[in-house]
């Protein structure tokens, strides 16, 4: 996943182009490996042997355990399957990205990745199977297959997967849970899984909330060297609000971050966006109503009303109750319709992290996005550590991995911002 950040301006300019390209993120997905059956691991249809899919989670230093989950609470997630064969969809990806190549540019037509690349439906019809057979409710199956849902009672999963599941309360007060051992499948079905999402939740992606200047140094900060901007037709202009709120917190505002990307250059060719998708990966609300005054400030009350009219919010998992959020959703929002004022913006929310404890799963964005396959774009500003998201969500990367290469074989950019630490996450308490 992406690192954390407050401004979202590295990519912007790659949105207002006509072509965009994918580069897909070789993590690769881990091998099983066969477990010694011993105690009841050797009972499990028919006896079959087992096999590891991934190492147990660890907790944050913090975190507090508090026992069992109880036998009969409801625990979803998702077993993630292998593409039918990964070398070929990585070879397809390096071909349709490759300018020197006859198939440059020729991505996958929309909906046909799981024909093509997906698992076989023997394979899922396996998977679906057993996890019946365990007792378990498949709740579904992405459409391009890689996804198999399914839902039970602790006691159930527990069984099923062969691991405990411990409650956890974590340093920031909210409940997490996770496997106590490697979640193990039988043989005849671990081959082709990658990992098992939904059993740990030990860490959570969030944002970094927006420093601010003291009261005290407003409108003292130093701002930025003042730089005269022509504005071409169709560019941003700062209202003289959003110029004063800049000159208070020492910020930029839009047109000057959009003139130092050099994007100014596309707004004076005409090309605002126009025809481009983007989602954004949000898990937090926003109000719509505080982007229309953004557009008004930067675009003019006409332009802004066109430009809300192409703004959706599509729900993920129960989506968000109505409101403002911290301002981490309504910044990628606003960046966004400033830098790219005739894209169309689709806005997938999903459950606050925390919020639903053993049910909040941060792929469920990405599936949501990837599998409409309706924008060309997508950015995330959501994101943690990587190492403490191996720790917490042993498997997560591994799935969102698949994901991207779907995403890079389709022609779709996924971006994750590097704005408040860059690459340092890991190396500061925001961990």
């Known amino acids: 996943m992406g690192t954390k950040v407050t401004m979202r301006i590295k990519f912007q300019r790659a949105l207002i182009g006509a072509a965009l390209l994918a580069v897909p993120i070789s993590i690769g997905s881990q091998s099983a490996a066969v477990a010694s059956p011993n105690g009841s691991g050797t009972a499990h249809q028919g006896r079959q042997a087992l ?42 990806i390096n071909e349709v990205t490759n300018k020197s190549s006859s198939s440059f540019g020729r991505y996958l037509a929309r909906g046909s990745f799981a024909d093509r690349f997906g698992p076989l439906p023997s394979t899922i019809s396996k998977v679906r199977t057993v996890l019946r057979a365990d007792g378990l409710d498949v709740t ?64 959570h992606p969030e944002a970094v909330s927006l420093l601010r200047a003291p009261r005290s140094a407003r409108g003292k900060v130093a701002g930025p060297r003042t730089v005269k901007i022509v504005h071409p037709h169709g560019s941003p202009t700062a209202c003289v609000a959003a110029k004063a709120a800049a000159l208070s917190n020492g910020g930029l505002t839009d047109d000057a971050i959009a003139n130092s990307y050099g994007a100014f250059g596309l707004y004076g060719s005409g090309d605002l966006g126009a025809g481009q998708h983007v989602a954004l990966y949000e898990l937090e609300p926003f109000a719509a109503s505080d982007v229309g005054t953004f557009d008004k400030c930067y675009f003019g009350a006409a332009a802004a009303k066109s430009m809300l009219s192409r703004l959706r919010v599509i729900p993920v998992d129960g989506g968000q109750p109505a409101g403002s959020g911290s301002g981490e959703a309504i910044l990628d929002v606003e960046d966004i319709s400033a830098m790219a004022s005739g894209a169309d913006i689709d806005v997938y929310e999903g459950p606050s992290p925390g919020t639903n404890g053993i049910d909040y799963d941060p792929v469920d964005g990405y599936v949501a996005i990837i599998d409409a396959d309706q924008d060309q774009v997508a950015s995330s500003s959501w994101g943690l550590c990587e190492q403490s998201i191996e720790q917490g969500q042993p498997g997560l990367q591994q799935a969102e991995n698949l994901l991207f290469e779907q995403a890079a074989a389709q022609g779709q950019s996924v971006f994750g911002a590097a704005g408040d630490n860059g690459s340092d996450d890991c190396n500061t308490d925001e961990t």
């Open 51 to 92: 096999a590891s899919i991934e190492r147990a989670a660890v907790a944050p230093e913090g975190a507090k355990a508090l026992g069992p989950l109880s036998p009969t609470e409801t625990v979803e997630g998702d077993v993630v399957l292998e593409p039918r064969d990964n070398s070929a969809l990585v070879s397809f």
């Open 140 to 203: 579904g199956i992405s459409s391009d297959g890689l996804f198999v849902g399914f839902k039970g009672s602790a006691q159930l999963v527990e069984r099923a997967f062969h691991t405990g599941l411990e409650s956890y309360r974590l340093p920031d007060g909210s409940r997490g849970s996770a496997a106590t051992s490697a979640v193990r499948l039988p043989s005849s079905i671990a081959r082709y899984v990658t990992a098992v999402v939904g059993l740990d939740d030990l860490v």
